[in-house]
């Protein structure tokens, strides 16, 4: 392949009470000018706000309040969900940010470790893709030696969990010939595919539609859009080459649907 706050405005309202404070001290001052005999000097000088004393109090409150917001804008910032890539040059465009719920008893976090499909001979480790810094999409990189494995596209959802969980591959290289994909095409309709996650559960997949797409109109809903249940799509490249973009035009992509409890190996 080549797959294809609060924000500030809170510390602000902690400064307008400041000025408020501030113009109340006035006020009581003047009226104390106004008013009867100065007081023992003592005494006054123990009753009077300190300027200084104040100032610092006004400014901790502020400060308080500014951390809070900022810290719950950081948390925010760290768990809100990734934003929408654009779309990648290899294997289409990744999906839209958001992972499906979990669900029903093989609803975990456990990623996928091994990949197999028996009608075309698959039987690889499963690594692991994300992003790029330009939010394209990562595939295995040639010369490595997960070049050749298929890898997991760490955005989606973990196998057997309810949303679709991808699966990408290459389907050869110019150096090496044939890669872990290569044959992925050849797939039919009630072939199945098994994913053994790192927990040691198998989930079984049975492939419901095989089909080829131009990079250029990747069916993005289709591919990491909701469904009902558990399903999986394994992805490689098709079509003719374009030497001048150094890729091929098409995307194989087989569609398959979660048909059988999980097993432990």
């Given at each position: 392949m080549s797959t294809g706050?609060?924000?500030?405005?809170?510390?602000?309202t902690g400064t307008a009470d400041a000025d408020a404070a501030g113009t109340a001290d006035a006020r009581t001052a003047?009226?104390?000018?106004?008013g009867t005999a100065d007081p023992d000097p003592e005494t006054a000088a123990q009753a009077r706000p300190d300027p200084l004393r104040r100032?610092?109090?006004?400014?901790a409150v502020v400060l308080a309040v500014l951390g809070v917001a900022l810290l719950g804008y950081a948390l925010v910032d760290q768990t809100g969900t990734p934003p929408t890539p654009s779309p990648a040059a290899a294997a289409g465009p990744p999906p839209p940010p958001g992972r499906a719920a979990e669900t029903g008893p093989i609803a975990t976090s456990s990623p996928p470790a091994t990949l197999r499909?028996?009608?075309?001979?698959?039987?690889?480790?499963?690594d692991q893709v994300g992003l790029n810094p330009d939010r394209t999409m990562e595939v295995p990189v040639e010369g490595t030696p997960g070049y050749d494995h298929a890898a997991w596209f760490r955005y989606s959802v973990t196998p057997g969990r309810q949303g679709p969980s991808v699966?990408?591959?290459?389907?050869?290289s110019a150096e090496a010939g044939p890669s872990v994909f290569f044959e992925l095409g050849r797939l039919r309709p009630g072939e199945r595919a098994e994913v053994v996650r790192a927990d040691g559960v198998t989930v079984t997949f049975e492939v419901t539609e095989v089909a080829v797409f131009p990079k250029?109109?990747?069916?993005?809903?289709?591919?990491?859009?909701p469904t009902t249940g558990p399903e999986l799509r394994l992805i490689t490249c098709a079509g003719s080459f374009d030497s001048g973009a150094g890729s091929y035009r098409d995307n194989t992509v087989v569609f398959a649907r979660e048909v059988s409890r999980p097993t432990p190996m």
């Open positions: 706050q609060d924000d500030a405005g809170t510390a602000d003047h009226t104390a000018d106004a100032a610092l109090v006004v400014g499909i028996p009608a075309i001979r698959v039987d690889s480790p499963v699966i990408i591959g290459h389907v050869d250029d109109a990747f069916p993005t809903d289709r591919v990491y859009g």
